[in-house]
């Protein structure tokens, strides 16, 4: 019987652009498995290069069709591009529902194209835990573009700012409030808007409020971006329309992306993101091992030994806490 599969061996032949590596890769680090550290040690010397775009929004604006128009642009560019697109859990079997792999048939025969749909498992923010080192292991396959598309949970779906080189918002004509209620929320991490299906009434009338609402923000208000860097202009968040079924406006899209990602170098701002996202990682993975290491505890009598140690009076919470830790490590 064949033993596991070397996870440099894995690396090499998707960094010569075998797909069936990339998804027993991405497969690796989505279950967590006991080759997890030597995955991430045999991409690191490898990532670093692709240009990370997040795509966000509401319910219904046309994320999936969006991000196939925009595979399709980038693909005319001649660049290779990945696509992690997040999907709800199945409640039955913590799958990927509506994989957008389905949804994007188009691009299924094309070499220079990898899809892959992930579960958010009941991880919050519009994604998936195993999401960042999906992303690593896309970058060290060498594709250009890494697009993700998130869950499309509205208001909370702002975690993908802390992933992302650039960052678009994707809005629809005939939100209403909606615009006004997501001030708080989406609004503030765009660094490309578009307002898509451009073609239905009141499309004008979206694009013009939602440039009043950003010319309305405050420095304050919005998240550490352009400005901080000595000699560099602030980004101007563009507004862009689009008709994503039919792929009109999507060119403009690729561009504000390329005029975005030569700001984030000049300024330093591709960098800062970057920093914050390792930042993220690390500790996201030490959390998840201290969680680990409570779960195993939580198993055994220590945790019923501590707990009447403190209705005992013996001990205080923190005290115990303290102990549990130490007999967890």
Do not use: Y
Not at 10 to 21: D, I, Y
Not at 106 to 119: K, N, Q
Not at 144 to 150: A, G, K, N, P, S
Not at 265 to 273: D, L
């Amino acid at each position: 019987m064949p033993g596991p599969p070397d996870p440099r061996d894995l690396v090499e032949r998707a960094r010569r652009g075998e797909q069936l590596a990339v998804a027993r890769l991405i497969s690796m680090v989505e279950n967590s498995g006991p080759q997890l550290r030597e995955v991430s040690a045999a991409l690191s010397p490898h990532t670093g290069r692709a240009h990370v775009v997040g795509l966000t929004g509401s319910p219904g604006v046309g994320k999936s069709t969006s991000t196939s128009a925009l595979v399709t642009e980038l693909r005319t560019r001649g660049r290779r591009v990945g696509v992690l697109a997040v999907d709800p859990s199945s409640p039955f079997s913590g799958g990927a529902l509506l994989g957008d792999r389905v949804r994007m048939g188009d691009h299924a025969d094309d070499d220079g194209v990898f899809i892959r749909s992930m579960a958010t498992r009941g991880h919050l923010g519009g994604l998936s835990w195993a999401t960042p080192q999906a992303l690593r292991v896309l970058d060290a396959a060498g594709c250009d573009v890494v697009l993700i598309e998130t869950v499309g949970v509205g208001q909370s779906e702002v975690e993908i700012v802390g992933l992302a080189d650039s960052t678009v918002v994707l809005l629809a004509p005939g939100m209403g409030d909606g615009i006004q209620a997501a001030k708080a929320g989406i609004l503030e991490i765009g660094d490309v808007f578009v307002v898509n299906k451009a073609d239905r009434e009141g499309a004008r009338r979206t694009v013009r409020e939602l440039r009043n609402m950003l010319h309305l923000r405050t420095p304050d208000g919005e998240r550490s971006a352009g400005g901080t860097s000595i000699g560099t202009e602030p980004w101007e968040p563009p507004v862009l329309s689009t008709v994503a079924s039919r792929s009109e406006g999507i060119g403009a899209v690729a561009d504000a992306l390329d005029e975005h990602l030569a700001w984030a170098e000049k300024s330093g701002e591709r960098e800062r993101r970057r920093r914050e996202r390792a930042r993220r990682e690390i500790e996201g993975i030490g959390m998840e091992q201290v969680r680990a290491r409570m779960e195993r505890v939580r198993g055994g009598d220590a945790l019923d030994t501590l707990t009447e140690r403190v209705l005992g009076g013996e001990l205080d919470p923190w005290a115990a806490a303290d102990e549990l830790l130490e007999q967890s490590g």
